[in-house]
């Protein structure tokens, strides 16, 4: 039995513009989301029938059906969540709590975890992940959890399953398992070009490579994670450096990777064109003073989320209307 915790925090108005600025500049996308993300309304068929429902409904409806979840932490915005959601919760067959994004620190989570206050502020993606965690069953006994984003809803339990069986295999000696979802063409759908490296996994799922022998991968909407095993305080580092929005970013992270032992890590991935898995897996559980675990797996759809920008809200409709429910 797992804890699933579904990650549905919010940026205040100053975020979201710096945000939307800098989506503008490097991406050349219009952001149009200016109000609570999870909540925004897609539209789907279900029983033949075109059905709108929040965001986050879409994932919580899989971990609904899904007799391996015991319980179902929610954190952000608790009085809006609770408001939409509050009969759905009410009629779930487990315990479901929503945990609110702009509550403090417990000082008895912030000893257990050796959070750093300045380093983990409370509403950050740090501090709603250990407040949420702190709060699951599976943190009582300090097990991994299975961490998912609420805004990527195309995440099928096929592939969540499918991620818990193989993950699980690995979870004593990493802290850290994510999946490194499989991206065969030079771009996904929503024109994304994904990290491309030499899978050494020892999980083969294409024999389709590029001239190099690299194969693209994406992260995707969920992760299974022990946060009292790494080092919690350097989540959001590294949550802001994901996306590599533009040179100061870059910059930081080749900086990152040198002080690990990875000098020449531009080179070996725009020049030489030979990072590896396992290279990133070294690095990243370098900087987490703790072992983290990639998993290629097949499944493109979990990785499409909606960050908030035009193109994504259309396309994401088209693609759910299309869904097979």
Same mark, same amino acid.
């Given at each position: 039995m797992f804890s699933a915790i579904v990650m549905a925090g919010y940026n205040n108005k100053w975020g979201v513009r710096k945000y939307a600025k800098s989506v503008a500049e490097h991406y050349g996308e219009k952001f149009i989301e200016t109000g609570y993300k999870p909540l925004r309304e897609f539209e789907t068929y279900e029983k033949g029938q075109l059905v709108r429902k929040p965001l986050i409904?879409?994932?919580?409806? !899989?971990? &609904?059906e899904m007799d391996r979840i015991a319980d179902i932490t929610i954190v952000g915005h608790q009085k809006l969540l609770e408001q939409r959601l509050g009969e759905f919760i009410s009629q779930l067959d487990k315990p479901c709590k929503v945990v609110n994004q702009n509550a403090k620190i417990p000082p008895d989570v912030i000893k257990r975890f050796h959070i750093v206050p300045r380093k983990v502020k409370? %509403?950050? !993606? &740090?501090? %709603?992940? !250990?407040? &949420?965690y702190a709060e699951s069953a599976a943190g009582k006994i300090g097990a991994h959890a299975l961490f998912l984003a609420s805004d990527s809803p195309m995440t099928t339990q096929r592939y969540i399953e499918y991620f818990l069986d193989v993950a699980s295999e690995y979870e004593q000696d990493n802290p850290i398992i994510l999946p490194g979802v499989l991206i065969e063409d030079y771009t996904d759908r929503f024109g994304r070009i994904p990290l491309r490296l030499i899978n050494d996994t020892g999980l083969k799922i294409s024999d389709r490579k590029d001239s190099y022998g690299r194969q693209g991968f994406r992260l995707s909407s969920v992760v299974y994670a022990n946060p009292g095993r790494f080092n919690i305080n350097a989540t959001n580092t590294a949550y802001n450096l994901r996306k590599c929005l533009n040179p100061k970013v870059q910059l930081k992270l080749f900086r990152i990777t040198r002080r690990y032992g990875y000098a020449n890590v531009y080179s070996k991935y725009f020049l030489r064109k030979d990072l590896s898995v396992t290279e990133v897996e070294n690095i990243t559980s370098s900087f987490f003073n703790g072992r983290l675990k990639m998993i290629p797996v097949r499944d493109v759809g979990s990785s499409y989320d909606y960050d908030g920008t035009h193109d994504e809200f259309f396309k994401l409709n088209e693609m759910l209307k299309k869904k097979v429910n």
């Amino acid at each position: 039995m797992f804890s699933a915790i579904v990650m549905a925090g919010y940026n205040n108005k100053w975020g979201v513009r710096k945000y939307a600025k800098s989506v503008a500049e490097h991406y050349g996308e219009k952001f149009i989301e200016t109000g609570y993300k999870p909540l925004r309304e897609f539209e789907t068929y279900e029983k033949g029938q075109l059905v709108r429902k929040p965001l986050i409904l879409f994932t919580l409806e !899989i971990l &609904a059906e899904m007799d391996r979840i015991a319980d179902i932490t929610i954190v952000g915005h608790q009085k809006l969540l609770e408001q939409r959601l509050g009969e759905f919760i009410s009629q779930l067959d487990k315990p479901c709590k929503v945990v609110n994004q702009n509550a403090k620190i417990p000082p008895d989570v912030i000893k257990r975890f050796h959070i750093v206050p300045r380093k983990v502020k409370y %509403n950050s !993606i &740090a501090g %709603n992940m !250990i407040k &949420a965690y702190a709060e699951s069953a599976a943190g009582k006994i300090g097990a991994h959890a299975l961490f998912l984003a609420s805004d990527s809803p195309m995440t099928t339990q096929r592939y969540i399953e499918y991620f818990l069986d193989v993950a699980s295999e690995y979870e004593q000696d990493n802290p850290i398992i994510l999946p490194g979802v499989l991206i065969e063409d030079y771009t996904d759908r929503f024109g994304r070009i994904p990290l491309r490296l030499i899978n050494d996994t020892g999980l083969k799922i294409s024999d389709r490579k590029d001239s190099y022998g690299r194969q693209g991968f994406r992260l995707s909407s969920v992760v299974y994670a022990n946060p009292g095993r790494f080092n919690i305080n350097a989540t959001n580092t590294a949550y802001n450096l994901r996306k590599c929005l533009n040179p100061k970013v870059q910059l930081k992270l080749f900086r990152i990777t040198r002080r690990y032992g990875y000098a020449n890590v531009y080179s070996k991935y725009f020049l030489r064109k030979d990072l590896s898995v396992t290279e990133v897996e070294n690095i990243t559980s370098s900087f987490f003073n703790g072992r983290l675990k990639m998993i290629p797996v097949r499944d493109v759809g979990s990785s499409y989320d909606y960050d908030g920008t035009h193109d994504e809200f259309f396309k994401l409709n088209e693609m759910l209307k299309k869904k097979v429910n």
